[in-house]
């Protein structure tokens, strides 16, 4: 399997395609950062983390990028 290269983009937001997220999984709060878990997710190609309650969303997808609010 190819190794995957991950790009910042503070502020934003991906809409749609989550496969696993903090809101209904434990193990994605608390978090600073999601691209282990994301790296370590058959499915998951794009990741949101919300700053502000450390909450990890892991994507099938990249989706639509929207401005965090």
Do not use: V
């Not at 983009?9 to 989550?18: C, K």
């Not at 892991?58 to 639509?64: D, Y």
């Amino acid at each position: 399997m190819s190794e995957r290269t991950w790009t910042s983009q503070p502020n934003t937001d991906l809409g749609g395609s989550d496969i696993r997220h903090g809101l209904t999984d434990p193990l994605l709060r608390g978090l600073t950062e999601c691209i282990a878990i994301c790296s370590e997710t058959d499915m998951c190609r794009a990741y949101t983390l919300n700053p502000s309650g450390g909450t990890c969303f892991l994507k099938s997808e990249k989706g639509s990028i929207l401005p965090n609010n």
